[in-house]
């Protein structure tokens, strides 16, 4: 159990659109993990026995929120070994061995802890190699360790030769098959559903064909109706219109990455009848994108195809998340981290880039890293925000991220449901962060 304490004289970045900034607050979080109490310094009275840290001067967020994670690898460029269509085959099976089981999960561990040490409190992944994802997030919740919240997806969904497949993904080439997929999943504890709506970038076979339509509508439907069933929300890859559209038609809850909307496509993103919450979102991935695009191929180890495939999505992306941002549609943040070049420590890149790209105020894409996240995922009455009642996942820092996001790359304390994380400090890459500041 956390020790009861308050951190007082803070002052709150709420993470609202407007950027609303609270100064002289304090903040008393209880045993329970809580957030007991929340106000102006002078009216708020922690309790007897209440551990006082004084923060004059600091800076606290509510804890980040990433919507879009992978955690099997740690975002160095990936191995060709693990890419290439001639050896998927046998990565996919060493990688579901008893070895391989071990291999992830260690990885999985270090990943999402050196999240939650660069601020990040709730993690949805959306493509593991197995159950690893999930085994860890059950760990955390017995309370094995201090961990993020994670919700676990298990491996994608998709067709035989779709995307993720096989590495990253289980297949199936009818409805009914489909559906038997997802029942495994939920029997398997998976707190979050990723489908395979469209090809991909990294395993496209030609130019233009990352955005090919992959599952049907009625496969998805399938998917959506049972993870429904089980309270779960599906996540869909989808980078064309067409894909997206059949996502949304099927229920799908959030778009993934992203495309051009077309009005029928909007008026399903805010008024979606067979998703979970009765609209969906989308969740776009720019840095992803950027180091094929910018990066030589040398370095990235992307060829031709891989790199005009991922200037077209990046493109349709950007266009996608201007379309959503004039018609009101939720926009969420996701990393897309352990892809290559892509490190769990670095979300603030993210945010950045939905500023630069997306035509975010900094205000915005912070609420789109925090309150907007925790409603897309269904968690918005336990955290995403510095609310009385919620559960304690806060991030304390030397500035104000609004005023920059690179203030979030030395968080002075991390809080996870109320156990404090002092001075966290994550292992970085010097090279990759190095070419990653030349964008
Ligand atoms: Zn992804």
Redesign the pocket.
């Known amino acids: 159990m956390p020790e009861p304490f308050a951190l007082s004289d803070v002052t709150i970045v709420a993470g609202d659109p407007a950027g609303t900034v609270l100064p002289g607050r304090t903040v008393v979080v209880g045993a329970n993990g809580k957030i007991l109490q929340v106000g102006p310094s002078a009216d708020t009275v922690a309790p007897v026995g209440c551990k006082i840290l004084d923060s004059t001067g600091r800076f606290v967020v509510p804890g980040l929120i990433n919507a879009?994670a992978?955690l099997f690898s740690n975002g160095l460029p990936l191995p060709k070994i693990l890419l290439k269509e001639s050896t998927a085959g046998i990565v996919a099976k060493l990688g579901r061995g008893p070895l391989g089981r071990r291999l992830f999960k260690k990885r999985t561990k270090a990943n999402v802890l050196t999240q939650l040490h660069s601020g990040v409190t709730t993690i949805r992944s959306?493509?593991d190699v197995a159950y690893e994802v999930v085994e860890v997030a059950d760990e955390i919740e017995r309370g094995e360790y201090l961990g993020p919240r994670v919700l676990g997806s298990g491996p994608l969904l998709a067709i035989t030769g779709g995307h993720g497949a096989p590495q990253i993904a289980l297949t199936s080439d009818s409805p009914w098959e489909a559906r038997r997929n997802a029942r495994t999943h939920v029997q398997r504890g998976v707190k979050a559903i990723k489908i395979s709506a469209t090809a991909g970038v990294t395993d496209a076979r030609a130019i233009g064909y990352a955005g090919r339509p992959e599952m049907t509508e009625e496969e998805m439907s399938g998917i959506c109706e049972e993870a429904h069933n089980a309270g779960i929300r599906v996540a869909a890859?989808a980078q064309s219109t067409a894909g997206i559209r059949a996502a949304l038609r099927a229920g799908a809850d959030t778009i993934?990455?992203g495309a051009a909307m077309d009005p029928e496509v909007i008026d399903l993103f805010l008024d979606n009848p067979r998703s979970l919450s009765g609209s969906s979102a989308l969740i776009p991935?720019i840095l992803?994108c950027l180091p094929l695009l910018k990066f030589d191929q040398s370095i990235t180890g992307a060829s031709d195809v891989v790199r005009a495939n991922a200037a077209m999505i990046l493109e349709e992306m950007v266009r996608g998340i201007e379309d959503a941002r004039r018609h009101g549609i939720a926009v969420g943040m996701g990393t897309?981290s352990a892809?290559t070049y892509v490190t769990h420590y670095d979300a603030w890149r993210e945010m950045d880039l939905l500023v630069r790209y997306g035509g975010f105020t900094p205000a915005q894409a912070l609420n789109a890293a925090t309150r907007t996240n925790a409603r897309i995922l269904g968690l918005d009455d336990i955290t995403g925000s510095i609310e009385t009642g919620k559960d304690a996942d806060m991030v304390v820092l030397d500035a104000n991220p609004i005023d920059g996001f690179r203030a979030l790359t030395n968080p002075r304390m991390v809080i996870a449901r109320g156990h404090i994380i002092d001075e966290p400090s994550v292992t970085r890459y010097a090279e990759l962060d190095e070419r990653l500041d030349s964008i």
Request: glycine share 10%; aromatic share 0%; charged share 20%.
């Open positions: 879009h992978h959306v493509g890859h993934e990455h991935t992803v897309d892809l």
